[in-house]
Structure formats: structure tokens, C-alpha cells
């Protein structure tokens, strides 16, 4: 039984992913007006590119390939811990949100890491912002794990995920949604359909990797953004009240809302200059120090 | 109490939202909406329900809410600014500045020996945060429209503070200081006029110039 939930878990995870970033190019295409590609068009992609042969620079040592797939892994096994409404998490013990946070940080030391093999300068251009904006939009997220955690007066995602409706929800519904879109390199942080700016910053890091690796990368982004919408779903509404059957219908519920929630903004606005991303990165954490007071408020 | 304490979060976060906007605009639109959060806080404080409170609160919210913002959108367009370019403290820095200046508004109101009906309200950390944010706005920005706005927010923040005196003090006061306040910044908007006329530009810096 545990090992049937085991695969069902990672089935939902590993499968369900690629579909996110479809919807979101769905509601984009939906708003302007065109038909724009299929809901499934990630899972077309990635089966292609995992027939495809591997280009590799000869300045790259084997950790161009090596970085996607340690990225890739740790997604994955951050994944593992956090629980998904009604069928809860495969790994839950004392201390899993700071594993958690590593494993994002340790999947973004890959992925830029990677990147710096290829020895293009573009690209180390890109890895120099993607750390830049790393370092704000993690405190952001180390503060909503603490309000988390403070709330519930545990450090296990398993029980921190609980929390009751209040105005620190409000607050940190603000600044993770926020952390999002900086994590996942989504406008206005980064715009995720540009290829040849001097302005991108995911995309660039990528641009050298081909075949499989590249798939390794797009299915783990996917992933991140998933994750990213379960903990934001979870951590704002009070999954504990409800039914099984309510709390899943609710997180699939929460998690399609948000996903559209990306998709309008992406076809609302426009990328911000490079100058006031910072700006923007520091309200996200002003919000979670501010969600985090007001639980410290709730809680003394 | 709550739905006031609420009223006051609210207005304490545009106060940062002031901070940290560079278009003039969104700063002017940040300090209406304080203004009319502001208005209607003597309605929920008051529990009998007074005409001439209630005249006070709409004159108050029209007053800081319409009144004043069009005169200082007039201004803005009179003078073809939009934003504010270089100011003395960037966005960043004065947001923090703001945020550290909220959070230690709300830890100093904890220490004071207040009424215990005022205890658990957040008037008096909201009165210090305003008046705080309204010194950075004024001390580091370079456009006139901005200290404008800063000083608006400077008194949005003695208003706080003087709805804690609301059962004892005339409202006439406060009305007195309303009309004061927009005959201001009346003037002010004429003024903004006249420096741009003769400055080509509202840099506050370019007046320590003498010039012929």
C-alpha cells in the first residue's frame, strides 16, 4: 500500500508537471487571441528531445551533462518531501523545509554550474543574474517558511502546511506568489519566450544544452513551478479543515488559479527593466517579514 | 477594532507602496487612498453615529482623496513630469528604511504606557510609521511633487495620532486643519508651476542656484 501511494505520488509529480506550463501558454494564447500551441505541447517536446543526440562544446567537461541531471534529481527530491493535500509527502520528518530549500538551491548551483561549462560568455552572463536575483527571492522564501513554521510551531512540512486563515495569509499569499514568478523566471522578472535578448536569464543558461540534457532542464522547470504553486495553495489555504476528497479538489482548484494567475500576468504585463526587479524582490520580502511579524503577533 | 486595525495595515502599506513607486503618479494615487482610508476611520471609531462626524469624515475623504490628488495632478501636468529620476535616497534603501520604520513603530507603541483601549489598537504604531515615511519622502526625494507627497503623508500620520484625542478634541480642529491643508497645497501647485517656468525643470537641488 505504502509503495503503490509511493508511485502515486511521483507519478503525479513527474507527470502532471509539463502540463502547468502548457496551460499557462493556453490562457496567454487565450488573451491574445490566437489558438496557440497544444496543452501537451511540453510533453511533445520532451519527447523529442529525448531522441535527440547530444551537442557538446569542447570546452565542456562531463559536467554540462552531469549539472541538469543533479538539478534535475534534487527537484525531484524536494518534490518528494513536500506533501500533496490529501495524499500527503513520501519523506516527512523533523527539519524537511530546510532540506527543501537546499535541494532548490543545490538544483540552481547545477543548473548555472552547467551552464558555465559551455564557456560562452553569454552564458555566464545569464548564471550571474540568475544567482543575483537567487539571493532575494530565497530570503523571501526562507522568511515564508518561517512565518510557516512559526504559525504552526513545527519544522516539518507535513504539519507546517496548515495554517489558518489570517492576515499573515494574505501577506505571504503576496510574497510567495511573488517568489514564484522571480524562481520560475516568469515576467516580470524574466520572459520566458525570449531568445534573443541580452535580457534573459533562464533561457540563456540553456541555450547550449541539446537532446536529452535540455530535456532533463525543461521537465525539472516545470517541475519547480509546480512545487511552487503546490506550496503557495498549501500554505495559504487551511488544507487541514477539509475532507480528503475536499483538500484535493481544493489544491487542484488552487493550483489551476494560480497557474492562470502567471498566464494573465504574462499577458498583462510587461517584463520590468533590469533596475527594478531588485525593487520588486525586496517588497516580496518586506511581505514575508511583515506575514512573519504578525504571526510572532498571533503567536506571543 | 479589528476592522479599524485593518484600515490601519492597510494604510501603513501604502506608505510603503509610496516608497517604493517611482512614477509620480502611483505615489499620488498611494497618498489619496491613505487620505480616504483616513477619512473613514472616525466613523468606525465613533460609535454613536454624529452628523457632524460623519460631515468631517466625508470632507476629510474628499478633501485628501479628490481634491488635493487633482490639484496635484494638475501640478504634474502642468510641469510634464512623470517620475522621479535620481532621488538622494534610492528605492530600495527607502523601502527598507520604511519597513525598519514601521516594524520599530509597532515595537516602540509597545512600550508606551497608553490607555488600555488603545493597547491593542494599531493607531499609534500606524501614526509613527506615516510620519516616518513621510520624513524619508521628504528628505530623499528630489521632486517638488514627491516632498508634496511626503508631507501629505507626514500629516496623514498627526491625523492618526489625533483620532486617539477623537472624543475629546473639537473635530472643528481637524476640519480647520483640512481646509489649511488644502489651501497648501493649493498654493504649492502654483508654486510647482512657477518653478518650472523659470528652472525648466522641478529639481528641488536647482534651487540653491542664484541665478539672474
Redesign the interface.
Known amino acids: 500500500m505504502s509503495l503503490l501511494a509511493f508511485v502515486l505520488r511521483l507519478a503525479c509529480w513527474v507527470l502532471l508537471a509539463p502540463l502547468l506550463p502548457g496551460i499557462i501558454n493556453k490562457v496567454k494564447a487565450w488573451v491574445a487571441g490566437r489558438r496557440g500551441p497544444p496543452v501537451l505541447q511540453l510533453y511533445y517536446d520532451l519527447a523529442r528531445l529525448a531522441r535527440k543526440q547530444v551537442v557538446m562544446s569542447t570546452l565542456a567537461s562531463p559536467a554540462f551533462i552531469v549539472g541538469p541531471a543533479v538539478a534535475w534529481v534534487a527537484v525531484l527530491s524536494a518534490m518528494m518531501m513536500v506533501p500533496l493535500g490529501p495524499l500527503g509527502a513520501s519523506l516527512s520528518f523533523r527539519g524537511d523545509m530546510i532540506l527543501v530549500l537546499y535541494l532548490l538551491a543545490l538544483a540552481r548551483f547545477a543548473i548555472t554550474w552547467a551552464a558555465m561549462e559551455t564557456g560562452s560568455a553569454f552564458e555566464g552572463m545569464g548564471a550571474a543574474r540568475e544567482v543575483s536575483y537567487a539571493v532575494l527571492a530565497e530570503a523571501a522564501m526562507i522568511a515564508a517558511m518561517l512565518t510557516l513554521s512559526v504559525q504552526s510551531g513545527s519544522v516539518s512540512l507535513a504539519t507546517m502546511l496548515t495554517p489558518t486563515v489570517g492576515t499573515s495569509a494574505v501577506l505571504l499569499a503576496a510574497g510567495l506568489f511573488t517568489v514564484l514568478l522571480a524562481e520560475n523566471c516568469r515576467v516580470p522578472f524574466d520572459d520566458p519566450n525570449t531568445h534573443l535578448e541580452l535580457t534573459m536569464i533562464h533561457e540563456v543558461m540553456v541555450l547550449d544544452h541539446s537532446g536529452p540534457p535540455l530535456a532533463a532542464v525543461l521537465h525539472g522547470a516545470s517541475m519547480k513551478l509546480m512545487l511552487f504553486a503546490v506550496l503557495l495553495t498549501q500554505a495559504v489555504l487551511p488544507m487541514g479543515t477539509y475532507s480528503p476528497f475536499g483538500a484535493a479538489a481544493v489544491l487542484l482548484a488552487g493550483v489551476l488559479v494560480v497557474i492562470v494567475g502567471v498566464g494573465l500576468i504574462e499577458s498583462l504585463l510587461a517584463r520590468f527593466a533590469f533596475r527594478r526587479v531588485p525593487l520588486l524582490l525586496t517588497t516580496s520580502v518586506l511581505l514575508c517579514v511583515f506575514a512573519l511579524l504578525v504571526a510572532w503577533q498571533g503567536a506571543a | 477594532m479589528l476592522d479599524l486595525n485593518?484600515l490601519i495595515?492597510l494604510a501603513m502599506g501604502l506608505n510603503?507602496v509610496a516608497l517604493?513607486s517611482?512614477r509620480l503618479p502611483s505615489i499620488i494615487r498611494a497618498t489619496a487612498l491613505q487620505g480616504v482610508l483616513l477619512g473613514v476611520m472616525p466613523l468606525l471609531l465613533e460609535h454613536d453615529l454624529d452628523w457632524r462626524v460623519a460631515a468631517v469624515a466625508l470632507a476629510t475623504a474628499i478633501g485628501k482623496g479628490v481634491v488635493i490628488p487633482g490639484l496635484l495632478r494638475r501640478a504634474m501636468r502642468a510641469a510634464h513630469i512623470e517620475r522621479e529620476i535620481e532621488p538622494y535616497i534610492g528605492?530600495?534603501p527607502s523601502?527598507?528604511l520604511g519597513?525598519l520604520g514601521?516594524?520599530a513603530a509597532?515595537a516602540v507603541a509597545r512600550q508606551l504606557p497608553l490607555l488600555p483601549e488603545h493597547a491593542r489598537s494599531l493607531l499609534v504604531p500606524g501614526a509613527l510609521a506615516s510620519i516616518l515615511t513621510g520624513f524619508v519622502l521628504l528628505i530623499g526625494r528630489v521632486k517638488a511633487i514627491s516632498q508634496v507627497c511626503g508631507y501629505l503623508i507626514f500629516e496623514n500620520g498627526i491625523y492618526l495620532f489625533g483620532l486617539l484625542l477623537i472624543s475629546s478634541t473639537p473635530l472643528l480642529v481637524e476640519a480647520g486643519v483640512l481646509l489649511d491643508l488644502t489651501v497648501g497645497i493649493f498654493v504649492i501647485g502654483i508654486i510647482v508651476d512657477r518653478i518650472q517656468r523659470a528652472f525648466d525643470s522641478l529639481d528641488t537641488r536647482k534651487l540653491t542656484a542664484l541665478r539672474e
Open positions: 485593518l495595515g510603503l517604493g517611482s528605492f530600495v523601502l527598507l519597513a514601521t516594524i509597532v
